[in-house]
């Protein structure tokens, strides 16, 4: 498994394409089917599909093991969301948090972890 974080905007997807080589295969958080993160090469928007999961309130207590076991060769493209402003309203912060630590247990498992910034990867864990 390969985790790319960065802020929003960053070219994170076009950096996993062209850098990493992975250009086909991508589905997107925002509006994928669940399922469909079990078989794709690659997610982009992985926070959206957390929101989502949320607000339809899926319990996501084994999503990161699930997902490696399941798929161990994905590609994760994900916003980083914790260096802003705390949000004020609770589902938020939840969210934030939740979205953290999934993201924390994919990192610790991942072969390679990548931050983005300016279209620019930095390799951040190299197993």
């Not at 992985?46 to 999961?53: G, N, P, S, T, V």
């Not at 997902?67 to 402003?85: A, Q, S």
Request: aromatic share 8%; with cysteine.
């Amino acid at each position: 498994m390969i985790l790319i974080t960065g802020g929003a905007y960053q070219g994170k997807y076009e950096f996993a394409r062209n850098e990493l080589g992975i250009s086909d295969g991508w589905i997107d958080g925002g509006h994928c089917r669940y399922v469909e993160i079990f078989s794709c090469k690659g997610i982009n928007h992985f926070h959206e599909l957390i929101r989502r999961c949320m607000a339809e309130g899926r319990s996501l207590d084994g999503l990161p093991h699930e997902l490696m076991k399941r798929n161990p060769g994905i590609c994760i493209i994900t916003d980083e969301l914790g260096c802003g402003i705390v949000p004020v309203d609770k589902a938020d912060r939840k969210f934030r948090e939740t979205h953290g630590r999934i993201c924390t247990v994919l990192a610790a498992e991942a072969a390679a972890v990548y931050r983005v910034i300016c279209g620019i990867g930095v390799k951040i864990k190299d197993d």
